[in-house]
């Protein structure tokens, strides 16, 4: 069950946080161990994804700039 847990809270990001928060608010410590874990693994994968989804935002950017001034090039501006 918590290989699902914390495979979901990778796959479905912003769900690990309220996963992890559930297991939090129970009174057993392994409980609590594994809400910490998921929100940890959520937190990660989000920096993960936001950085990735960055990059992939410049790197189109980029390819589209370049595009743009082949273009204006061949154009003879």
Do not use: A, C, H
Request: aromatic share 10%; proline share 3%; net charge positive.
């Amino acid at each position: 069950m918590q290989l699902v847990l914390y495979v979901g809270s990778v796959v479905l990001v912003p769900f690990g946080i309220i996963w992890g928060w559930r297991y939090l608010r129970q009174p057993f410590t392994k409980s609590k161990i594994v809400g910490s874990i998921t929100i940890i693994i959520t937190i990660i994968s989000t920096i993960i994804i936001t950085i990735y989804s960055i990059n992939l935002i410049n790197d189109v950017q980029r390819q589209v700039n370049e595009g743009i001034e082949k273009q204006l090039r061949n154009v003879g501006y």
